[in-house]
């Protein structure tokens, strides 16, 4: 059995309209260095996690339980700030420049390719959700432990997260919204 070349019908299109085409289908590839750059930030998340991590598990054995507490909500922000930038770099590079082949390796994630432009976006703003709602939970920490926290600090963390939230229920409206129209 010989693997022969899908047949394609000859285009009516002028040539010049192919090359436009061709050339524009290509360029998609432009945003390749994004996804490496976007890795080269993940690797830099990690040295911060690892500081971070070395940092807080030093004074491990004078912590208070709110002091444990509070590292461990800041190790899980810097993770779902990696988890996000895992989602982007698959996600992206998958619906934007090309299908990344994984071969057999069982190990691929079951989300990745599937995950298209509207999901990337309800991912996006639950991760951002998640990760203002750590920063707030850390305030009202700090100011349950007695320590000075301005009102003023506190006030636009709430702003803030409160924003991201209807920012979050405004797009799964307008996307389930878009799912009820009919496709043009």
Do not use: C
Not at 107 to 120: E, I, Q, Y
Not at 143 to 160: M, P
């Amino acid at each position: 059995m010989t693997n022969r070349p899908a047949q394609t019908r000859p285009s009516s299109k002028p040539a010049v309209e192919l090359w436009l085409e061709a050339a524009l289908f290509k360029a998609r590839w432009l945003m390749a260095p994004f996804y490496i750059g976007l890795v080269v930030a993940l690797a830099a998340l990690v040295v911060v996690f690892v500081n971070e991590a070395v940092h807080e598990l030093a004074r491990l054995l004078t912590m208070s339980p709110e002091d444990a507490i509070l590292m461990v909500l800041s190790l899980i922000d810097l993770s779902l700030a990696g988890n996000l930038l895992l989602i982007v770099i698959f996600s992206g590079y998958e619906n934007f420049v090309s299908k990344i082949d994984t071969g057999t390796d069982e190990d691929r994630p079951g989300w990745m390719g599937t995950v298209d432009f509207s999901g990337l976006k309800m991912k996006l703003i639950a991760s951002i959700v998640a990760i203002s709602a750590i920063a707030l939970l850390k305030a009202f920490m700090r100011l349950a432990e007695g320590d000075q926290v301005d009102d003023r600090h506190l006030a636009w963390l709430v702003v803030i997260h409160l924003t991201f939230v209807a920012s979050g229920v405004m797009l799964a409206l307008m996307d389930w919204l878009a799912s009820k129209t009919d496709k043009h």
